[in-house]
């Protein structure tokens, strides 16, 4: 399978710093996401928005069985931090057009899976847009911690690339390109 810790990003992406690198976290881990889009940077920004809403990975397991919805929800792109996105985590910094940075601020969801800071970016790229996320994550301490530290990195990567698979898909079928629904 690879290394469940980088799943599409480059050397020079895993190298780069993101807005998440700037808040006050000490990561025990960090992980890389990227896909190429067949979408306008703007499109594919205006769909990471819609995580406000819904994580758009498997609805059956992160959105309570509801369906992340298929089409764009008008006034997500409104953003402040502090909205909650993906139902457990909240904005804690964004760029418009470019940058979503969250971080997991409930009790519940630290017990469940330690401290996560991490941003999606969007850039131009050839053919549309370069979407790059980085998570970094602390685990907790004690027995939980170390399942946590065997098991997380295959467990994000599963969940993150359907999340961003299924986001390209939207993002290309609204651009006329090659994805379905």
């Known amino acids: 399978m690879g290394d469940a810790r980088n799943w599409g990003a480059t050397a020079a992406e895993r190298r780069a710093r993101y807005p998440c690198d700037e808040l006050p976290f000490e990561a025990d881990d960090v992980f890389f996401r990227a896909i190429d889009v067949a979408a306008p940077p703007a499109l594919a920004f205006r769909w990471l928005c819609q995580l406000r809403v819904a994580p758009y990975s498997y609805d059956w397991l992160d959105n309570f069985g509801r369906r992340s919805p298929p089409r764009l929800v008008p006034g997500l792109e409104r953003l402040a931090v502090g909205q909650r996105i993906m139902i457990l985590f909240r904005l804690a910094d964004f760029a418009l057009g470019s940058s979503l940075t969250v971080d997991l601020p409930s009790r519940v969801g630290r017990a469940l899976m330690g401290g996560i800071v991490g941003s999606y970016v969007v850039s131009p790229a050839p053919g549309g847009a370069r979407l790059v996320a980085k998570v970094l994550v602390r685990y907790p301490r004690g027995p939980y911690g170390r399942l946590l530290r065997a098991v997380m990195p295959d467990v994000d990567l ?20 090659s994805g379905t629904e």
Request: glycine share 10%.
């Open 158 to 177: 599963f969940m993150f690339r359907k999340q961003l698979v299924t986001l390209r898909r939207y993002m290309e079928r609204d651009a006329g390109g």
